[in-house]
């Protein structure tokens, strides 16, 4: 089994708090729980406290992360569109549920 790194896992939780926290204050929708974003956010603080701040990957706006909300963040055209194919991939998953 493959286990991450820590830049690995810091990015990956940077990415997961970009891309739903654009799909919840841009788009007023979302595809995870409060508590599931909340879960991400307080795991990526804690990484941050223990291993740094800087990763190359958005880092200023993850400076001093507290994970109270994401709605300071950057929603670039990156952010925009992979939010987007999360939410076609969402719904496609969805529609194959029924």
């Known amino acids: 089994m493959y286990k991450q790194t820590v830049p690995e896992r810091i990015k990956q939780l940077r990415t997961l708090m970009l891309i ?7 788009l007023h929708s979302n595809i995870v ?3 599931l974003w909340q879960m991400w956010a307080n795991e990526l603080r804690d990484m941050q ?3 740094g701040e800087e990763w190359g990957w958005y880092d200023e706006d993850f400076k001093n992360w507290s994970g109270d909300t994401g709605m300071h963040l950057t929603f670039d055209s990156w952010v925009i569109s992979k939010s987007h194919y999360v939410i076609a991939v969402n719904k496609k998953m ?3 549920k029924q």
């Open 49 to 51: 406290k223990e291993h």
């Open 33 to 35: 729980s409060d508590d």
């Open 20 to 26: 739903h926290s654009y799909i919840y204050y841009k």
């Open 94 to 96: 969805m529609e194959n």
